[in-house]
C-alpha cells in the first residue's frame, strides 16, 4: 500500500511540476520530431496496424490497453487510465510510476517541453 502511495505522489508530481502553461505550450511540429523516437515502436496513421507498441492514432481520449488486436499487459488493461493530454505527460516522463507493470521498457522523457510537443503532436492524431 506505502509502494502505491508514493507511486501515485511521483505521478501527481511530474504532473503539477510540468504545469498546464508546459502543456498548453507544446509545439505539434517540434512533438513530431520528437515522435521519430516512438516511431520506432508505435505506428500513428488511422486504421494502421501495431507495431511493438500499439498504434497511437487517436490515443488522446482512449481508455488505456484497448487498441484492437495488441496484446496489452495486465497492468495496462487494468489500469482504469483514459488517455487525456495530462495523464500522457505524466506516463511520458516516467511510463513505470504511472503504470507499474506495463511491458513499454522506454524510460520517459525527462524534458518538460518535449513532452509538451509531444502530447500536443498525439493530439493533433484524430
Same mark, same amino acid.
Given at each position: 500500500?506505502?509502494? !502505491?502511495?508514493?507511486?501515485?505522489? !511521483? ?32 505506428? #500513428? ?6 507495431? !511493438? ?13 484497448? #487498441? ?19 495523464? !500522457?505527460?505524466? #506516463? ?20 518538460a517541453g518535449q513532452r509538451a510537443d509531444l502530447v500536443a503532436y498525439l493530439a493533433t492524431l484524430k
Amino acid at each position: 500500500m506505502k509502494r !502505491l502511495a508514493r507511486v501515485m505522489c !511521483l505521478a501527481i508530481a511530474s504532473v503539477a511540476f510540468a504545469g498546464p502553461e508546459a502543456r498548453a505550450a507544446g509545439d505539434p511540429v517540434k512533438g513530431g520530431a520528437v515522435f521519430d523516437r516512438c516511431a520506432i515502436c508505435h505506428s #500513428y496513421r488511422k486504421d494502421g496496424g501495431n507495431k !511493438l507498441g500499439p498504434n497511437l492514432f487517436g490515443v488522446v481520449g482512449r481508455k488505456a490497453g484497448t #487498441y484492437a488486436g495488441f496484446s496489452y499487459s495486465p497492468a495496462m488493461k487494468g489500469s482504469g487510465i483514459t488517455w487525456t493530454t495530462e495523464r !500522457l505527460n505524466a #506516463y511520458l516522463a516516467s511510463p513505470q510510476q504511472v503504470v507499474p507493470g506495463n511491458r513499454m521498457t522506454f524510460a520517459g522523457i525527462s524534458n518538460a517541453g518535449q513532452r509538451a510537443d509531444l502530447v500536443a503532436y498525439l493530439a493533433t492524431l484524430k
